[in-house]
């Protein structure tokens, strides 16, 4: 069976998200979810009617947004995240975003054409705390290492 990379990040936000700490961080949302959709390799992402994924309910608490999306592989998704325009902006992430004790971030494979939700994304990340990286939630340092953890 074909295989997708889910992939799950969050953040606390420093402040609301329309206060001015974060307008520049909102007014490159749509910018950056292009590039992302544009990327090689990209499947999915959750959005909203408004085209991201900030007004969705998260489990985390309140003021905390998630970022979840599946890719064709590992690969493709460290492009994207490490060697394009994005990491311009995790540099700047201490400016809109509070820094988090545990993992904010979990990787898994599904079925080639499964969309996870919010719910299914919580519980990776939640495993992932709990368990540290497994097959059933890892890290990208496991997704680029490991035989294992491939499709």
Do not use: C
């Not at 959750?46 to 947004?65: H, M, Q, R, W, Y």
């Not at 492009?79 to 820094?99: C, G, P």
């Not at 993992?103 to 919580?122: M, N």
């Amino acid at each position: 069976m074909a295989r997708e990379l889910a992939q799950l990040n969050i953040a606390r936000l420093r402040a609301p998200l329309d206060s001015p700490m974060l307008a520049d961080f909102v007014a490159n949302l749509d910018r950056i979810n292009a590039l992302a959709e544009a990327a090689p390799g990209f499947v999915w992402r959750l959005k909203d009617d408004a085209g991201n994924a900030t007004s969705f309910e998260s489990p985390f608490g309140e003021g905390v947004i998630v970022n979840l999306t599946v890719w064709r592989d590992a690969k493709s998704l460290h492009e994207f995240a490490f060697q394009s325009e994005h990491v311009q902006y995790m540099r700047r992430r201490r400016e809109w975003f509070e820094k988090l004790a545990e993992a904010y971030a979990a990787l898994w494979w599904v079925p080639e054409g499964h969309r996870p939700d919010v719910a299914e994304a919580s519980r990776r990340l939640d495993h992932l705390r709990r368990n540290g990286p497994t097959p059933e939630a890892f890290t990208f340092r496991e997704a680029l290492a490991s035989a294992t953890l491939s499709p």
